[in-house]
């Protein structure tokens, strides 16, 4: 930006402002982002895939309609976010080349197989509540687009953690053998779920800048804690364990101390080597293939009508 659009960039930025498409922006700032915000959109998008292999297969029609619900509420999010990279001057093409291609990021989560129905639970309780604790903050993201699709994710996200509580409690009280599906759904997504917020403060090379931008306004380590304080209690009111055995109350900070996590796993799942990672981009890949015929109609579909109104 030219100095005088710095110099007000740094206003807007120190006086807790918002930065809105038109205005002038540093480089680094309009690229990191796109980074961000077209990551959480691949992240929607593929997020849609673990459930999505359970909705033929929910246990009940309300069970069903609900889960398809939420599922689409989820493309809806990816969609908003990829509306609001491109007010960065990015291109949804490239966007979804770049998924398609297999070179963008998405979130390491939804690389974990769901084998069972309660682990439609254990994401909505584990890996929505996680999302709603990194996404809240982002509710005062500096830049204006993002903060506000924020907004009505974070509720939609609300609901979806919500339903994901009552399916392991459900699941919980049932027979004994229902509980122990919810206790190992739990066991598998825990770990995994608290890996979303990114790795230790000591090893995020993003966060000094994006929390100096006050796109992010906690830090990994901060938001991941966070977590698990809010988890510890909720475990306990659906009568389930949290598989940590160094998790404890740390009077002295207030705080649950917890383990160390495998961040080798997490290392291994960034560079492709997850469960999943080949399977989700296939199966993203033959969705955008069978669905062209979709878009060519809606293309040619708009091309009429604009025709039609220059008569
Ligand atoms: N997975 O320097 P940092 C959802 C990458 S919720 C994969 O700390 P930053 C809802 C990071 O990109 C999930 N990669 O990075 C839902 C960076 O790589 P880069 C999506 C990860 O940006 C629920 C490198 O590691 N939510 O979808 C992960 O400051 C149920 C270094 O990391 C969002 O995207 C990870 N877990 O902090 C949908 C929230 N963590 O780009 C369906 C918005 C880090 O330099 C079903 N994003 N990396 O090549 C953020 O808040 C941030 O981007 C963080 C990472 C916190 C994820």
Partial sequence: PSASGQSSFDRVIAGD????????????????????????????????QPEGNW???APSLHRKAILMAKVQDEAGHGLYLYSAAETLGASREDMMQALLAGKARYSSIFNYPTP????????????DGAAICNQVPLCRASYGPYARAMIRICKEESFHQRQGFEILLTLSRGTPAQHELAQEAVNRWYAPSLMMFGPPDADSPNSAKSMAWKIKRFSNDELRQRFVDMLVPQAQALGLTLPDPDLRWNAERGHYDFGELDWSEFKAVLAGQGQCNVQRVEHRRRAHTEGAW????AMAHAAKKAARQQQ
């Fill in 116 to 127: 069972t129905w309660a682990d439609i639970g254990a994401i909505g309780w584990l890996v």
């Fill in 294 to 297: 979709v878009r060519e109609a």
């Fill in 17 to 48: 402002g918002r930065i809105e498409p038109r205005d002038e922006m540093p480089d680094d700032y309009r690229k990191s982002l796109i980074r961000q915000i077209s990551q959480h959109a691949h992240s929607e998008i593929i997020g849609m």
């Fill in 55 to 57: 909705i033929t297969r």
